[in-house]
């Protein structure tokens, strides 16, 4: 039931088996929770996929849940008052079946294949003249390219032979209605969060679970680490924090330095778009982008107010300038004095879905533009996005124009998602701060000067008139997605970083 592996004599052995070998590798880590409680080592022998001829796969990618999607959810369980329950598959790969029509053949070196015999006396005469051995894969072990989407297959088979369904906009959420009752399971890979009103569902998800794998650990409490964020549940709702994780990237980055870090206010100065041509040291580059994707980790799940300056960094990874070491650590400095800020998914009620959309124009040496997004769910912010726009613009208004067109579409699959979800909500509304945008779309005109621009226009324009959303105007001043946009200071960016926090 559990075999893994299946040594071959090497008189078996083909000469295609050989040319078609995969290696093996040994790993061995601390794992610590959102909190740096130390939870276990774990050690994992994985293959090593690089080596795998990936044309003979259709499509090895393995879906997981979205962060908008976990937060939608917990926004959902917010105002339900559901109860949650963290679901561990241990060794959950190993429980999947490899395809037999996509054998893999795998190498344990030297050293490894002494450790097998020493624990299995047996395995000697799978031996190789120059002490390695050659095995047959039997199940989809880590680091093969279709390990994790043949576990996500038999999970959902799992699921719904029990009468799960799929959301339609995220198949890694799953439903089920029980006397009325919703539950619901988010799938990241082998790590389950299960929603529910009642404990007894949450029971009865984790003894089915239990009926089809050896090995599982839950727990069912107010307060668990999840994707890498300490979850808790108050009276007001769900609060999100990552203070753990914020404290071991600035070890990372500043060493011995940690304690003489300069705190800052806001993560970002105000010539944040600025350059410079002296290049940063080579040995620098490595921790500065490391130190960016850390940051790019952490802003996305519960500090939205550090994405824009983060954002800006990514387009410097390649060759950083010495400034943007001043940029960096101007955002490690401001997390320092704010780290133990939350994000709050609070009981506030809703009835349609809120979307931000805001632009700032040829900020750029490259005249291209940066815009931002915000999904709001009544007082809280499901989804945030800063990014640089890929064209460049002649004005304000086309560059408002682009980041409408692209991402209109945002409002619309939330809605869908959660009446997916069982929720009733009205056509998504979506916020403007530029006049002439609003018009362009709301009553046509205007002369876009590309045949692309003026599909953009009638794309959003279409939307509108199909009923899918409705597009409002909203003073500057009032633009939630205004500090994804723009480097602000002062009472602007606190206003706007603490609705998208969720206070």
């Not at 500043?254 to 870090?261: A, H, L, S, V, W």
Request: with cysteine.
């Amino acid at each position: 039931k559990g075999k893994v592996l299946e040594p071959l004599k090497p008189k078996e052995i083909s000469n295609r088996q050989l040319k078609n070998l995969t290696r093996s590798w040994m790993f061995l880590r601390d794992k610590f929770d959102a909190k740096g409680v130390f939870e276990k080592m774990k050690g994992r022998i994985v293959a090593d996929g690089r080596t795998q001829d990936r044309t003979i796969y259709d499509n090895n990618a393995s879906p997981t849940v979205s962060l908008k999607s976990v937060f939608s959810c917990l926004k959902i369980a917010a105002i339900e008052d559901r109860k949650m329950m963290k679901v561990d598959i241990s060794g959950a790969f190993l429980t999947a079946d490899i395809d037999e029509t996509q054998e893999v053949w795998m190498l344990l070196d030297k050293e490894m294949t002494e450790l097998v015999v020493s624990w299995n006396p047996e395995f000697k005469q799978y031996v190789r003249e120059d002490g390695t051995m050659i095995c047959k894969v039997l199940k989809a072990m880590y680091g093969l390219v279709q390990d994790a989407l043949l576990f996500y297959k038999k999970l959902r088979a799992i699921l719904e032979s029990h009468g799960f369904v799929a959301n339609a906009l995220d198949c890694c959420v799953m439903n089920k209605t029980v006397d009325g009752r919703q539950i619901t399971i988010l799938m990241y890979v082998d790590d389950l969060m299960v929603l529910a009103k009642e404990e007894k569902d949450l029971i009865w998800v984790r003894d089915l679970l239990l009926s089809h794998f050896d090995r599982i650990k839950w727990k069912i409490a107010n307060e668990f680490t999840y994707l890498g964020m300490l979850v808790e549940k108050t009276e007001r709702g769900f609060e999100i924090s990552m203070e753990y994780y914020i404290d071991q990237t600035l070890q990372f980055y500043f060493g011995e330095r940690k304690n003489t870090i300069k705190e800052y206010i806001t993560p970002a100065i105000a010539t944040l778009y600025t350059e410079d041509d002296e290049q940063m040291e080579k040995e620098e580059s490595v921790p500065f982008h490391s130190t960016v994707a850390k940051l790019l980790y952490l802003g996305k799940r519960v500090r939205p107010g550090i994405l824009l300056s983060t954002q800006y960094l990514c387009t410097k990874v390649k060759v950083p300038g010495v400034i943007d070491r001043q940029k960096l650590e101007r955002i490690l400095g401001n997390l320092k004095m704010t780290k133990k800020q939350k994000r709050l998914i609070d009981k506030s009620l809703f009835d349609c879905v809120a979307l931000y959309i805001d632009a700032a124009f040829a900020c750029y040496v490259d005249g291209k533009s940066q815009y931002g997004v915000c999904t709001l769910l009544g007082n809280t912010s499901v989804n945030e996005i800063s990014r640089k726009q890929k064209i460049v613009t002649k004005d304000i208004t086309e560059a408002e124009l682009v980041a409408l067109s692209d991402h209109a579409v945002e409002a619309d699959l939330t809605t869908e998602f959660l009446q997916e979800q069982g929720n009733r909500v009205k056509m998504s509304i979506v916020y403007q701060d530029n006049a002439s945008t609003v018009t362009l779309v709301t009553k046509g005109g205007g002369k876009p000067r590309t045949k692309y621009l003026r599909v953009r226009q009638m794309l959003v324009k279409q939307m509108i008139e199909m009923q899918q959303i409705e597009v409002k105007f909203i003073r500057t001043g009032k633009m939630v997605a205004d500090v994804l946009t723009k480097p602000l200071n002062g009472d602007p960016f606190h206003k706007l970083v603490m609705i998208l926090l969720g206070w």
